[in-house]
C-alpha cells in the first residue's frame, strides 16, 4: 500500500502550508510516521517523524518552522509547515519509518514549491 501525501502548492517565501497523509488503519497505528522530501537534484531526506506515543523529531533545516502531529481517530499524519523559505522546495512524501528505511512504499508525494 503507498502512502498518498497531500496538500501541497504554490507559497510565497514566509508563507504556510499544512500536508496530510491518510493510511490504511492496521499500517497508521502500529508505526512511526514519517515526512520525508526531495529537492530537484537531490536525495530524499527525512524532515520529521512522529512516533506512536506522539514523540516527535525534526531535522534541524525546519526546527521552530514544521510542525509533524498525527490524529488517530483519522489515520492521518500532517505536516504543518510555516515561515516557509526557498530552500523547502520539493516533493514531500509520507512513510512509515520502517518502510521508508527499506526504500519501499513510497507514494507519488506531493509538490510544495516556495517562491519568492
Known amino acids: 500500500v503507498q502512502l498518498q501525501a497531500s496538500g501541497g502548492g504554490l507559497v510565497l517565501a514566509g508563507g504556510s502550508l499544512r500536508l496530510s497523509c491518510t493510511a490504511p488503519e492496521k499500517i497508521f497505528r502500529n508505526n512511526n510516521m514519517g515526512w520525508y522530501r526531495q529537492a530537484p537534484g537531490q536525495q530524499r531526506e527525512r524532515v520529521a517523524y512522529?512516533?506512536?506515543?506522539?514523540?516527535?523529531n525534526y531535522a534541524d533545516s525546519v526546527k521552530g518552522r514544521f510542525t509533524v502531529s498525527r490524529d488517530n481517530a483519522k489515520n492521518t499524519v500532517y505536516l504543518q509547515m510555516n515561515s516557509l523559505k526557498l530552500e523547502d522546495t520539493g516533493v514531500y512524501y509520507c512513510?512509515?519509518?520502517?518502510?521508508?528505511?527499506?526504500?519501499?512504499?513510497w507514494g507519488q508525494g506531493t509538490l510544495v514549491t516556495v517562491s519568492s
Open positions: 512522529i512516533t506512536v506515543v506522539d514523540m516527535t
Open positions: 512513510n512509515t519509518l520502517t518502510r521508508a528505511m527499506s526504500d519501499t512504499g
